[in-house]
């Protein structure tokens, strides 16, 4: 069957751009200690924070809303990221601007809605070899407003699966063939859904992909607090895909003042050793990759991994998860709702306050030389740069035993409140052997020893 052509999309990368100068410059990984990003200064940056689907794009009628954002701004969340001393937001995009089943709609999307003709939601439908400015001014305002205020950022650079593998969302997808103008078409065998345009297979499709990728990197490209995410939930039929896209976006950014960290999803089925071996600097992985709910395994240091709740739980975690996370030279963040009263997840506030703890000591310590030693503890949570510095955790509380047999000089002690941050001092300990730790709080703590 013959199919309309898509027209040569040359206006998409004719814009000229100014370079804002600045003595400031994009997070890398860290050349001492992987585990982590650098900053400007060479400092390692720990990340972490909560975030939630409407920090982009406007929603009406979604299950999830009203929330902080929808009642009161983005600014307001920023203020709220702030309070709790996180660092981090994804800044999520969804592709799909109607859901058939539901009729929540979502805007704006990277493409305008010119048409001529109509789409399945009754409006126009989209031109897409062009760019909405709509789209493209929000998403660089919002990510320098997070940059002022120290956030950084992760922007999608696509929506993934939840607007192309239901029925209903894939009706309001810009790559239905009902729903643009260019005669591409997501869904060549005609089987209701979307999900083959996170492969290679439509060459037409991938044009359009890779032209939105990249004029989403351009405007961004000065921005020093972004990274870019390649989609936020897709199967393992998009892994080529990604390393595709992932390749694309660093061969633009090569032409550019700035090259950003990129980073790859794991969702559900994607095998954990294909985002180790992608060509990604960061990965956020799911179960597959282990058990990161309950004793998440330690970073190798073979990527920087951000570690979600969303795709480990969809919506749940816990203070002791984000203990646990961090003393294993992970970055925990946290999918929330942010609701303003009833309706938020249970135990919210305890994660929040854990994630700005896990933040605030992760800057009080020499974060490039502390690694993951869970042989070092009984309990098996430590970070530890043997000899000068130990952070260990303790789930339950009670007891743990450390090996301090690398410190040959006394270690001060204090005791840390997972959650409240207040700090007990303890009487100093000898170096030279393993030593009995018995913890003064109620619950679970933190054990941090440093040398004097």
Known sequence: ?????????????????????????????????????ADASGKAVYLTGSHTWNSLQDASGDWYLPNLISARGFDAYLEFLESHHHNFIRMWTVEHSWDAGSGARYEPLPWPRTGPGTALDGRPRFDLSRFDPAYLDRLRIRVASAGRRGIYVSAMLFGGMWSTEHPNTWKGHPFNAANNINGIDGDPDREGV?????????????AVQKATAG???????????????????????????????????????????KRHPIGMTGYNSIPHDDLLKSPADWISPSSSGGNYREDPPPATGGKVILIDTDHLWGEGGNPRWVWKSF???LNPIWMERIRLSAGDLEDAARIRKAMGETRRLAERVNLARILPRGDLA?????????????????????????????AEGPLRVKWIDPVE?????????????????????????????SRR
């Open 327 to 329: 003393t294993r030279g």
């Open 194 to 206: 979307g999900n083959r345009i996170y492969t290679l297979r439509l060459p037409n499709v991938l």
């Open 421 to 449: 941050g207040t700090v007990r001092g303890g009487a100093e300990v000898a170096g030279g052997g393993k030593r009995t730790f018995r913890a003064p709080l109620a619950g679970d703590a933190v054990l941090h020893l």
């Open 378 to 406: 009984s309990t098996r949570f430590c970070l530890a740069e043997p000899g000068s510095e130990y952070i260990v955790y303790l789930p339950e509380g009670g007891e743990v035993t450390v090996d301090l047999s690398g």
């Open 215 to 257: 004029k989403i990197v351009e405007a961004l490209n000065d921005q020093d607090n972004v990274i870019y995410e390649v989609a936020n939930e897709v199967r393992e039929y998009s892994t080529e895909w990604q390393y595709e896209i992932i390749r694309h976006v660093r061969a633009i950014e090569a032409q550019m003042p």
């Open 1 to 37: 069957m013959n199919r309309p052509q898509i027209p040569v999309i040359l206006a998409l990368h004719l814009t000229a751009l100014h370079w804002s100068a600045s003595p400031a410059a994009p997070l890398r990984v860290h050349p001492e200690n992987p585990r982590y990003f």
